[in-house]
């Protein structure tokens, strides 16, 4: 079974950047769809960004934030740019089957981002 292990988050003044990683163990980053999710306190989970098993990134035009992949060290990152105090919220990287599609069914536990004013 797929682990992952989020770290990176902290507490930073807005304009500040933060870069979230995302270790995965127990399977292989690169054969699966994955992706970072935010949720901040009173509100739904949310996904930022994703990358699919073929290496196709899905974001926002223009985003604040970077969806990357490190094969070989297996891990997920999320650069994150010109921070904002809405973007507190804590942060997950999900995961999918191995070579299937987006379908998201194993979580990390979460990094904190806290961004004051």
């Known amino acids: 079974q797929v682990h992952l292990v989020e770290s990176g988050g902290g507490s930073v003044q807005s304009g500040g950047s933060l870069r979230l990683s995302c270790a995965v163990s127990?399977?292989?980053?690169?054969?699966?769809?994955m992706a970072w999710f935010r949720q901040a306190p009173g509100q739904e989970r949310r996904e930022i960004s994703r990358?699919?098993?073929?290496?196709v990134i899905v974001e926002p035009p223009k985003g604040r934030f970077a969806i990357s992949r490190d094969n070989a060290k297996n891990t997920l990152n999320l650069l994150m740019t010109n921070l904002e105090p809405a973007d507190t919220a804590m942060y997950y990287c999900?995961?999918?089957?191995?070579?299937?599609?987006?379908?998201?069914?194993?979580w990390g536990q979460g990094t904190q981002v806290t961004v004051s004013s």
């Open positions: 999900a995961a999918g089957p191995p070579n299937s599609d987006c379908s998201f069914v194993v």
């Open positions: 127990g399977g292989s980053a690169g054969s699966r769809c």
């Open positions: 990358i699919t098993r073929f290496d």
